[in-house]
């Protein structure tokens, strides 16, 4: 997975895009979210996050309570 600067056209960063589902087996397909903030990978039974910004792993989002 690459993030491009939409202004420049200029990778910012980049990782491997695993699938969560490698790690927490049972879900079929990817659902992938971009924000402001992160870029989420989310398998069904299994999530990854990153800071948009730099790559680095980002918190988990807030349980609903």
Do not use: H, K, Q
Not at 31 to 46: L, M, Q
Request: charged letters at 30%; proline letters at 8%.
């Amino acid at each position: 997975m690459s993030v491009v600067d939409t202004a420049t056209g200029e990778e910012v960063w980049a990782d491997d895009l695993r699938d969560p589902g490698d790690t927490y087996p049972g879900g079929n397909g990817l659902s992938i979210a971009v924000t402001e903030r992160t870029v989420t990978v989310a398998g069904r039974c299994g999530l990854e996050r990153w800071s948009l910004t730099d790559g680095g792993a980002a918190r988990p989002p807030d349980r609903p309570r």
